[in-house]
């Protein structure tokens, strides 16, 4: 996978499915392209009208916690976001990304600031700040959701091989 | 308990921190994911293995508020119907209530996709929430990919004190935890407090762990599950123990009988405080309901703390039975009239209120309490109010006082 680059639109700590992906528009989920556009809405009232293809959502811990709702990954990859970084995410919502192709990174977030335009590299496991010249790294998925993600998600993977498989 | 069930789903021997795969027994959905992965499934090309093993819910919005949810649960009506899964029409009930009560057994693997699915947890089996790509591939194969979660021990011992219950356990567990401290992590209950416990008070605990992050919340199948199971004519009890020298990464203790009223304070499930610690706090709206406090036990309670009383003038009540069963059991015995005559309005079971799909939404700035499992901002339907969540007796008792009051005194 290539390297990807784009502007870092900061979060804070617990960012909840709720905010990402808020119940008062549930008559949408059905309608994406419409609830792409209420995306973070409740975190962030700028965001889903000012994000850019390639642009990444920088949360602190805990991002995406509550609800299963893949919804919320869905809309945030839909609005053209290449990566949500975040200290650590909600079990459900970081399954759920990597299922999607959305790729997910743990890495230390508080050194990037609002604005800041960085690099990921997957493959080597680096996030470059550009703005700031920080390099941080991040850990490798685990092997199956590393498969999965280079399919770009769990629906291609099982056309691919049919089947769920641990490899190693 | 975790690796126990895992094992035997994956046909050898597993150890926390692997990644297996695993034979699953009982997949569900409902409309809030069902299009969704509706969808998914038809992108894979795939048909369900086992149609009777999997449930389709129509529980969220209901009844449908809106052409566009209408559509989604005709789909789902439809889809159901061609591949013979089983299926529950809107009115039934929630989806985590019905599972307990209809399909759930110890020592199942269960998927669902909703985050409370670890509610199932209750009767001892290893039960929780994907996404619905996850599931419609679970429902394609039969299988899943799991790591195998540490474990996380939380034994509770000693009675509850007058006017405390098993949501104020669940509660104070989630302040002492955080909502990551048992991220990726099963939890497993026990103690003398949850051996007294009745089904309907363990189903609130198992609900609530996620809320902490964790991925299951297992109590041991007992005799308490037995009798659940038996008064709805079903078979398939087994006991499962822990093993002797089970391997717990983290040991917690909870002496239940020191725990008063517990509340969660705006916006997290973890900023929790007894209620003698936060003051005078006006209410403005009250629910009671939800899969993680809309039984018929619930509804009891609060029916004794609102009997021969009315609510406070200015404070609205709205309460959700958690199914039809409940609501046909809460008329038989009394427990809707005297729900009513208290000033309480009574919707059809579901999960829209909880979640701010329908019903029952505050105004800008106003604070409700409510006996659900997240007060998140936006939760309740509006980010500009202030929500608080705690047991039913509380939410009953604030109803008549129009704040945050211990129930004790009517109780």
Redesign the interface.
């Known amino acids: 996978m290539t390297a990807l680059n784009g502007r870092a639109w900061k979060f804070g700590d617990?960012i909840?499915t709720?905010?990402i992906a808020?119940?008062?528009y549930?008559?949408?989920?059905?309608?994406l392209p419409e609830l792409a556009k209420h995306v973070l809405e409740?975190a962030r009232a700028d965001f889903a009208q000012n994000t850019k293809p390639r642009d990444f959502v920088v949360a602190g811990?805990?991002f995406g916690?509550?609800?299963?709702?893949?919804?919320a990954p869905?809309i945030i990859k839909m609005v053209g976001v290449s990566a949500v970084l975040a200290q650590?995410f909600?079990?459900?919502f970081y399954?759920?990304a990597i299922?999607?192709g959305l790729p997910a990174i743990i890495c230390d977030t508080a050194q990037i600031e609002d604005g800041d335009q960085i690099e990921v590299n997957l493959a080597l496991g680096t996030v470059l700040n550009a703005t700031r010249n920080r390099r941080l790294s991040f850990p490798p998925l685990?092997?199956?959701m590393r498969d999965i993600l280079e399919e770009g998600?769990?629906?291609r993977y099982?056309?691919k091989y049919g089947?769920?498989?641990?490899s190693g | 308990m975790s690796e126990k069930i895992i094992s035997e789903h994956a046909g050898r021997q597993v150890t926390a921190g692997e990644?297996?795969?695993a034979k699953v027994d009982l997949c569900f959905t409902h409309d809030?994911?069902g299009?969704?992965l509706i969808q998914?499934l038809k992108?894979?090309?795939?048909k369900i293995l086992n149609p009777g093993n999997v449930v389709f819910f129509i529980d969220?919005?209901v009844p449908a508020?809106?052409r566009?949810?209408a559509?989604?649960q005709k789909?789902i009506r439809d889809f159901a119907r061609e591949f013979g899964v089983n299926f529950s029409e809107a009115g039934e009930g929630i989806c985590h209530q019905l599972v307990a009560e209809d399909y759930a057994l110890p020592g199942q693997i269960i998927l669902?996709?909703?985050?409370h699915?670890v509610t199932a947890g209750a009767l001892g089996a290893f039960a929780t929430?994907?996404?619905?790509?996850?599931m419609?591939?679970a429902m394609?194969?039969g299988?899943?990919?799991l790591?195998v979660p540490e474990t996380l021990s939380v034994r509770i011992s000693g009675g509850l004190r007058k006017g405390s219950f098993s949501k104020d356990v669940a509660l104070c567990l989630i302040g002492i935890l955080g909502?990551?401290g048992a991220?990726?992590k099963s939890i497993e209950f026990s103690g003398s407090t949850i051996e007294g416990m009745r089904m309907s008070e363990r189903l609130t605990l198992s609900n609530m762990v996620v809320e902490a992050?964790a991925?299951a919340g297992i109590i041991p199948a007992d005799g308490e599950t037995r009798r659940f199971l038996n008064e709805r004519g079903r078979d398939g009890f087994r006991q499962i123990d822990s093993d002797v020298n089970a391997h717990y990464e983290d040991m917690i203790d909870i002496d239940a009988t020191k725990l008063r009223p517990m509340i969660a304070l705006p916006d997290?499930v973890d900023n929790v405080r007894p209620i003698d610690e936060i003051g005078r706090v006006e209410i403005d709206s009250v629910f009671i309901g939800s899969c993680t406090n809309g039984r018929i036990e619930d509804l009891r309670i609060v029916a004794g703390i609102l009997s021969g009383r009315k609510i406070h003038r200015g404070t609205r009540l709205v309460i959700t039975p958690s199914s039809r069963r409940t609501l046909m059991e809460a008329i038989k015995d009394g427990t809707l009239q005297t729900l009513l005559l208290s000033g309480a309005s009574v919707t059809p079971p579901g999960c829209g209120v909880c979640?701010?799909?329908?019903g029952g939404?505050p105004a800008d700035g106003e604070n409700i309490i409510t006996s659900t499992n997240?007060n998140?901002?936006?939760?309740t339907?509006?980010?500009k109010a202030h929500t608080y969540l705690a047991s039913p007796a509380v939410c009953a008792a604030t109803a008549l006082k129009g704040f945050i009051s211990d129930p004790g005194e009517y109780i």
Do not use: C
């Open positions: 617990n909840s709720d905010q808020p119940g008062r549930f008559h949408l989920r059905s309608n409740d811990r805990n916690l509550g609800s299963s709702r893949e919804h869905v650590s909600a079990r459900i399954r759920n299922n999607i685990p092997d199956i998600g769990l629906i099982i056309k089947d769920l498989e641990i | 990644t297996i795969i809030a994911s299009p969704l998914q992108e894979l090309g795939m969220h919005a508020p809106r566009e949810n559509n989604d789909l669902g996709t909703d985050s699915t929430g994907m996404g619905a790509t996850d419609a591939v394609a194969l299988k899943t990919w790591r909502s990551e991220n990726y992050g991925k997290s979640f701010g799909a329908l939404v997240r998140f901002k936006a939760r339907g509006n980010p």
